[in-house]
């Protein structure tokens, strides 16, 4: 999906629940409210077709068995195919949908015997990711069967999350209430990465801030990806589940380098190890998925059976070394030891081991406690460190104000550098195409004219190849400070490139523009230039004239104009000043 796709999509769909939730009533009617559905049944294999090509176990009795829930019924045994149904709720509804979280991993919606809703391909099934699904009820559904035939040959197989009947703003309200934690985390993991990211490039501790960087990055695209609100954004499940799984694979990457950070000897070497072989593992698996010679939910249950067994080794790693750690450090494998559990329990969760009702894992909020006691750990750190510098050579005060005025002075330094040509210290052309646009809209809202003068040096090739390039650049220097001097006010004057200036003069009319040209001439002739006390003569100026509204009423052409008028004044002789000859009905836009 290209760029632009992307960003459209992301401004409407938000724009989309925005007007969604605000046309929303602020009070519902009871029998509006989100009905859970109940009383599931379920039946392993697949169902044959009758001569209209309906499933027959849609009508049938025997065969279905009660469950509680439709997410990992009893008995599955290698089954890939189960049929799941229940009777929908009645209801007083106005744009009723079946609100899924997820599929695993692909299926069909039947209602009564008519297929309603398809979630990839049962007949030829392939894993297309893990959306949420919104299911538009037709008129009269209350009471009917509901039936699902869904295909997985992952861990887990059927529903998960949430499955009810609800108003579609009332789902999409769901959708972003239940995104806002999340979101808040990954945007805070990823400002974090940022600034760590900074800090690893500009600091001393490079390693210890990579660490970090990287470990806050994979947590919060992670967060990010697996967050409800993904699919307002852009609505491409399987890229959203690719980024998750790189992600997630990360993360025993990120842990390990974080923790071998403090370690030391041999501990410190086989955490180096098990960070390598995930980082191994995770090349290799997105690799495979990314050339279609693997499913990407088949490497899921290899990487959560791979960190079953190096998070423990990474704990009874960083135990081993309990004693020998400083306070600091210590904190920070506690942390460790809090957060890691948590991520077992949600795989564990993911793969059905632990009860889907029991599913409460705060792993967004364990992420942030985690990285809130790594940035503490991190900046009394790096503040120690500061002071044991502050020691030897200033304060720590004089440091800071001497490192923020450096750093002040470089941004203004690369700020002046980013529309400030170096060699003459005018404005360059990237400045004169942003000044150009706001002068040009300026004119067309107020009216006013707008000139430009388009000027050269005549038979500036001549002075490289006589004098060399030192005294070339220094006579570019001494026209630049004349024509700074000459164009004042609200006058601007850029260098284009080579020998070739342009002076932009807004509410100046053609004229007036005409006679400044010829006086900045005048007074360049007569002024004898010189390098290191070594006279050069005298040098002369072309010029090109060019005004809006009298030449064109389209000001965005006032440059071409200008350059074509400068071309005349080259081809007649140069050292004069050539007005462009054409008028606005010829250039009307």
């Given at each position: 999906m290209g760029i632009l796709n992307i960003v459209s999509r992301y401004r409407l769909g938000w724009v989309a629940a925005c007007m969604l939730w605000l046309a929303a009533p602020g009070d519902g009617q009871a029998d509006d409210i989100p009905q859970p559905l109940f009383g599931w049944e379920y039946r392993w294999g697949d169902s044959p077709l009758d001569e209209k090509g309906a499933p027959i176990w849609l009508?049938?009795?025997?065969?279905?068995?009660?469950?509680?829930?439709?997410?990992?019924?009893?008995?599955?045994?290698?089954?890939?195919?189960?049929?799941?149904?229940?009777?929908?709720?009645?209801?007083?509804?106005?744009?009723?949908?079946?609100?899924?979280?997820?599929?695993?991993?692909?299926?069909?919606?039947?209602?009564?015997?008519?297929?309603?809703?398809?979630?990839?391909?049962?007949?030829?099934?392939?894993?297309?990711?893990?959306?949420?699904?919104?299911?538009?009820?037709?008129?009269?559904?209350?009471?009917?069967?509901?039936?699902?035939?869904?295909?997985?040959?992952?861990?887990?197989?059927?529903?998960?999350?949430?499955?009810?009947?609800?108003?579609?703003?009332?789902?999409?309200?769901?959708?972003?209430?239940?995104?806002?934690?999340?979101?808040?985390?990954?945007?805070?993991?990823?400002?974090?990465?940022?600034?760590?990211?900074?800090?690893?490039?500009?600091?001393?501790?490079?390693?210890?801030?990579?660490?970090?960087?990287?470990?806050?990055?994979?947590?919060?695209?992670?967060?990010?990806?697996?967050?409800?609100?993904?699919?307002?954004?852009t609505d491409v499940p399987l890229a959203w589940d690719m980024l998750r799984a790189a992600s997630y694979f990360t993360l025993p990457v990120a842990m390990a380098l974080l923790l071998s950070h403090w370690l030391e000897g041999s501990p410190k070497k086989w955490m180096a190890r098990l960070w390598q072989i995930h980082l191994v593992y995770m090349v290799t698996a997105m690799g495979l998925v990314y050339l279609e010679l693997m499913s990407l939910v088949l490497a899921f249950p290899i990487f959560d059976a791979l960190l079953l067994i190096t998070l423990p080794c990474m704990l009874l790693l960083a135990l081993s070394q309990l004693r020998r750690l400083q306070l600091e450090q210590r904190l920070f494998v506690f942390g460790f030891l809090l957060f890691a559990p948590l991520i077992i329990a949600d795989m564990l969760v993911a793969h059905g081991l632990i009860p889907q009702r029991d599913r409460d894992i705060p792993l967004s909020y364990a992420t942030l406690g985690f990285l809130l006691v790594i940035v503490a750990i991190s900046l009394w750190h790096y503040r120690h460190t500061q002071q044991q510098l502050a020691s030897v050579n200033h304060t720590l005060e004089a440091q800071v104000a001497a490192r923020t005025a450096q750093l002040d002075c470089l941004v203004e330094q690369l700020k002046g550098l980013a529309i400030q040509d170096a060699l003459t210290g005018l404005h360059n052309r990237r400045h004169f195409d942003t000044l150009l646009n706001q002068e040009v809209s300026r004119a067309q809202r107020t009216g006013h004219p707008l000139s430009l003068l388009m000027i050269d040096i005549d038979h500036f090739k001549k002075v490289n190849d006589c004098y060399g390039h030192d005294v070339g650049d220094a006579v570019l220097v001494e026209v630049a400070a004349l024509l700074r001097q000459h164009f004042r006010g609200s006058d601007t004057v850029c260098r284009l490139g080579g020998e070739e200036f342009v002076a932009l003069l807004p509410e100046t009319e053609t004229v007036n523009a005409e006679a400044r040209a010829q006086s900045l001439m005048a007074e360049l002739r007569v002024k004898p230039l010189s390098y290191h006390q070594k006279p050069l003569g005298f040098i002369t100026l072309s010029c090109g004239v060019a005004t809006y509204p009298n030449h064109t009423k389209d000001p965005n052409k006032l440059l071409k104009l200008a350059d074509e008028a400068l071309y005349k004044a080259k081809n007649s002789g140069r050292d004069r000043c050539m007005v462009c000859e054409c008028h606005s009905a010829i250039h009307s836009s």
């Open positions: 009508q049938e009795e025997s065969g279905w068995h009660s469950v509680t829930s439709p997410s990992n019924p009893p008995g599955r045994a290698g089954q890939q195919t189960v049929w799941l149904r229940t009777v929908l709720p009645e209801g007083n509804w106005h744009d009723p949908v079946l609100h899924i979280t997820s599929i695993n991993l692909v299926g069909q919606i039947y209602l009564g015997d008519t297929l309603i809703y398809e979630h990839g391909s049962v007949d030829h099934p392939r894993f297309i990711g893990w959306p949420w699904h919104l299911v538009t009820l037709p008129a009269g559904f209350a009471g009917k069967q509901l039936s699902l035939r869904i295909f997985s040959d992952y861990t887990s197989i059927g529903l998960w999350g949430n499955v009810q009947v609800i108003e579609r703003v009332e789902a999409l309200k769901q959708i972003l209430q239940e995104s806002v934690q999340d979101l808040a985390v990954s945007a805070f993991s990823l400002l974090l990465a940022t600034l760590a990211a900074i800090f690893a490039i500009i600091g001393p501790d490079r390693r210890g801030f990579g660490s970090i960087a990287l470990f806050a990055f994979a947590t919060g695209t992670m967060l990010l990806a697996e967050t409800p609100v993904r699919q307002l954004l």
